[in-house]
């Protein structure tokens, strides 16, 4: 026989420090955040039943005002039932520090785990310090553009340009508009400027200023956002196109100013079915600002949906399944088919894809029981609208009681999820260069 002959073993490499050892000061805060992340819930569901928040006879009940708290933290900002105008000035600064607060702790907590996963050779501290200045930035545009009219015009412009940069479309004194330089040339692009993350932003910023190459993430980002801009853009031209007479064509004698051939409906609604274009292209994914209604075609409610679905990009104020995740579910199988192997990029992307449609599956089930006499399709895009974090609906929201608490349950559900699959993400995956969930 052979004598007995003993293997030696290869010690393993040092994998990077993970988020789950002491010594990662940063990973320590995160920790504290969640739960602090809560507690503002629960300060901002006291807070709004506290008297003087609402006018007299106006007091909000406990489901409501879990909804409204909630609503406003998780940056996903549905249409109150009661308009926002009414709100005391202490309701209205009590709104505007939900959304400044769950802005910065989705930044934060976002953007200090991409800067892990992506190996960047950043202190935590810029991550805060950039949350913190641009929030800052945002509340001075905010006030400096809200004219004349005392404190509650002031708060009500901090409002409108936090809950932009938050992709929230909450507001607490008037609506933008579908039409105004200041939606088109502000709010729009700020809404556009948090999907992408403080990660992008910083590394745009680098590549500017200090010609440091973007990482392979930054670039799926933006390629992403300009592509999906695109294809959102042209859809939404097309299908209103393909309807025209829904949106206002006059294609029978009976309509008020006689009936109008094609190309003259098409003249006179041109700058609309532009707009709606353009504004929904962007609205949907997933900053939510009441601009227009959801009124135009079935195919385009349906299309809407899909984009709201996708939503922003990962450690961004957005929402939805990130336009990562999607590039890495369509982009996976191809290097299959080229022979190469399946990371754990593909795995966490899979599972996050999986936990948001049982959501949704769990979500419009119980919503259909809840609420009986609402349209099949209409619950569908509430739920798909408080996963994503959009706020978009058909209408203000006036649900109450059980509808509420599932409505808020979905929209905490799909705040807090993605970011605790990047921390898991964290500490797995030691290899990846792009960023899901």
Known sequence: MPPNTTQKIAPEPALPLASGTSDDVGANIVRWLFP???????????????????????????????FTSVNAATLTGFQLSMHPSIFSLPGKVMLLLLTIFGTLFTLIVGGMAAKRILRLPWPDGRIIAAALIIQGVVLFLGALTSGAGGPEKAIGGMVQTSAAWGNSGLYVDVAPGATDLYTHLVLLPLSILGGLGLVVLLEVFDALFHRRPLSRHSRVVLQMTAALFLIGMVVCLLLQLIDMESIGWRNKE?????????????????????????????????????????????????????????????????????????YEIVAAPWRVLRGRTLSRTFGIAGTWVGLYLIALA????????????????????????????????????????????????AMFFGRITPLLILWWMVDTTHDADLVVA
């Open 254 to 326: 009976s309509m008020p100013g006689g009936k109008e051939t094609w190309f003259e409906g098409f003249t006179r609604l041109r700058s609309q079915i532009i707009t709606n274009a353009l504004i929904m292209s962007v609205n949907s994914r997933t900053a939510g600002m009441n601009l227009i209604p959801i009124a135009y075609p079935r195919a385009m409610v349906f299309f809407v949906m899909i984009l709201m679905l996708i939503g922003a990009s990962p450690a961004g104020t957005g929402g939805g399944l990130k336009t990562t995740t999607v």
């Open 36 to 66: 602090a992340y809560i507690f503002l819930i629960l300060v901002g569901f006291f807070a709004l039943r506290a008297p003087g928040v609402m006018p007299a006879g106006n007091d909000l009940n406990p489901d409501r005002a879990v």
């Open 362 to 409: 769990f979500f419009q089930s119980m919503l259909l029981w809840a609420e009986p006499q609402m349209p099949g399709d209409r619950v569908l895009f509430i739920t798909i609208s408080a996963l994503s974090n959009v706020g978009l609906s058909h209408d203000v929201i006036s649900m109450t009681r059980s509808s509420l608490l599932l409505v808020s349950a």
